[in-house]
């Protein structure tokens, strides 16, 4: 039954995801305009005392990091989203209804990953204007592309499980502002080479360090890649870590959204 | 119909040390508007949840439209609708497109998920807020548009968790037309409330719980005439209350309520015992207490409540208040 309704309750909840962007267009404008203000702060503000060891400009380095840190951005919308829905009830008529669970989350995964691809481009276009380059051909650049929208995917997942979870809003709220410093503890931003050794290893295991360096293998960008093994490796470091990802939190969002309130 | 529409047995459901329910048994025929009625924490909302299939029972059964809630909870899930506390609505699109996207939701086909909601948000007046957004409702039309959403895929049984908590008297009003309006419909009804007028007005089956059981079950009007007279009694400031309550005690055979800020004492009485108001002055006088008021009166079903579940008239803000707007 479930099985046999799932692309209907997964499309009908993706389209409550796309109205609710529908109604507000500043909800979209300020998604698309804050990639465009970090490219404006990291690339130009912090990008000034910069240099890349091993040659390279700052802003090319950079804008790999910054589509990784996007992408991790949908950590805390999706969890506050989550946690409202268990929170006002949303979750206990849906719960109460004949419908697929996983179709119903998956629909909402998937009508944000249209929104990440249209925050991508406004985000591309921007490091396009701001000098960064696909130097490695558009094979590769497709293929960064997708493995960012993989785990935009991902963090969305982990986001709407943790939300669940949680249950009230204003602690999702709360829980997702550490998502900021999870984002600075990588490689995003500066190459891990002049941190301490443990923080250095401690970034370069960061999931958002392996996918922007990825992202900078594909794109042919300048890098300083660590010593440890994602570094050396990142883009199966990158498709490890959001298979691992996914594999934990679609569970634990499906049962999540099958307990809450109990 | 003779099969009873929510049939319950033996229902207990634990949450760590708390009995939530516990042996819990109840029949609610088709088209009868149940009223469940007890203090917080009394299992009610369990209940609700439990056949709502939200919470699996720890043992007994309960059935819906003759279906097991456990084994069957998908065929449950399709003939029943839930309205919790909540305005379980997505606020950032209108109301017509929260009552399609659950219309889809509920797998009817677009063109009757659309006619669905339009012909509902005509039916329960809110066609002129239809299409602005649910972010811009008063509490009283989002709880409207919650209450009409459970409706969509007309349930046999619905279920509405305090469908009125924390709403303005004019919004109540339209709630209990709405729910009276589903109940000639035959919608069979169970509500839970804390709000006693509310149970009076709606219910035509009142089931008082406590600590997980069922301590009351009749029609409104039975309930009020079984527990007896309420004998209210008002002292004059630096009289003795004590007294007085002892004197109320021993002949209601009941526990006086004391409010000692207005010197005001009341209690029910048994109705096996009557009591008429000469005796009553009678043994206050005996008793060297003079009373600057006395009354007997039928009770409302606040003191009904107050007389079964023991609770300190005053306790709960909410049944002092709310029951005196009946």
């Known amino acids: ?262 | 119909m003779s099969d009873p529409v929510i049939a319950v047995r033996g229902l207990s459901k634990r949450f760590g040390a708390t009995a939530a329910l516990d042996g819990l048994e109840l029949d609610v025929p088709e088209g009868a508007v149940c009223g469940l009625l007890g203090p917080n924490g009394a299992g009610k909302s369990t209940l609700v949840r439990i056949l709502a299939t939200l919470v699996r029972p720890d043992r007994g059964t309960a059935r819906v439209c003759g279906h097991d809630v456990v084994k069957d909870a998908a065929a449950v899930r399709r003939r029943i609708g839930l309205a919790g506390q909540y305005a379980a609505v997505e606020e950032g699109i209108t109301g017509r497109e929260n009552l399609e996207l659950l219309g889809r939701l509920h797998h009817l086909g677009a063109t009757e998920a659309r006619a669905r909601a339009a012909g509902l948000l005509e039916r329960y007046r809110l066609t002129e807020a239809a299409d602005r957004l649910v972010r811009g409702y008063s509490g009283g039309m989002r709880r409207r548009l919650d209450l009409v959403a459970s409706l969509i895929a007309r349930p046999r049984a619905l279920f509405l968790d305090e469908p009125t908590t924390g709403l303005d008297p004019r919004s109540r009003r339209e709630i209990w037309s709405a729910v009276k309006e589903l109940a000639q419909q035959g919608t069979t009804v169970l509500l839970t409330t804390q709000y006693l007028d509310e149970a009076d007005r709606l219910a035509d089956r009142i089931v008082l719980l406590d600590r997980g059981r069922t301590v009351a079950d009749d029609t409104p009007a039975r309930l009020k005439a079984a527990i007896g007279t309420l004998v209210e009694v008002v002292l004059p400031e630096g009289a003795d209350l004590e007294r007085a309550r002892a004197v109320l005690a021993a002949l209601t055979g009941g526990h006086p309520a004391v409010d000692p800020g207005q010197g005001r004492l009341s209690a029910v009485s048994d109705p096996a015992r009557p009591l008429a108001l000469p005796r009553l002055v009678r043994e206050l006088d005996a008793a060297g207490v003079t009373a600057s008021d006395v009354a007997l009166r039928t009770p409302s079903l606040d003191d009904v409540f107050l007389a079964l579940t023991g609770a300190e008239r005053g306790r709960s803000g909410a049944v002092e208040d709310l029951g005196r707007v009946a």
Not at chain 1, 134 to 155: E, I, N
Not at chain 1, 212 to 224: D, I, M, V
């Open chain 1, 1 to 262: 039954m479930s099985v046999l309704t799932m692309p209907v309750d997964a499309a009908a909840s993706a389209r409550r995801i796309l109205l609710v962007y529908r109604h507000s267009p500043g909800l979209l404008a300020a998604s698309l305009l804050v990639p465009v203000a970090m490219v404006g702060v990291f690339g130009y503000v912090f990008g000034s005392a910069m240099s890349v060891p091993g040659g390279g400009g700052y802003r090319e380095f950079l804008m790999p990091g910054l589509f990784a840190l996007v992408a991790l951005n949908a950590v805390m919308p999706a969890m506050v989203g989550g946690a409202r829905d268990a929170g006002q009830g949303v979750t206990d008529r849906l719960r109460s209804m004949s419908v697929s669970r996983l179709g119903l989350l998956t629909g909402q995964a998937l009508a944000d990953l249209l929104v990440a691809a249209a925050v991508l481009v406004s985000t591309a276009l921007v490091g396009l204007a701001a000098g960064w380059r696909v130097r490695h051909g558009l094979g590769p650049a497709l293929g960064a592309f997708g493995l960012l929208l993989l785990f935009r995917f991902a963090c969305g997942w982990v986001g709407t499980a943790l939300g669940l979870l949680l249950g009230k809003e204003e602690t999702a709220g709360q829980l997702g502002a550490l998502v900021i410093p999870f984002g600075m503890l990588t490689s995003a931003f500066v190459p891990t080479g002049g941190m301490p050794g443990w923080l250095a290893a401690v970034a370069e295991w960061n999931p958002v360090s392996a996918v922007a360096e990825a992202g900078r293998q594909l794109f042919g960008n300048p890098s300083a890649p660590g010593g440890a093994w994602p570094a050396q490796h990142p883009v199966a470091a990158a498709l490890g870590w959001c298979a691992l990802l996914l594999g934990l939190a679609v569970p634990l969002a499906v049962r999540s959204f099958a307990r809450s309130g109990r």
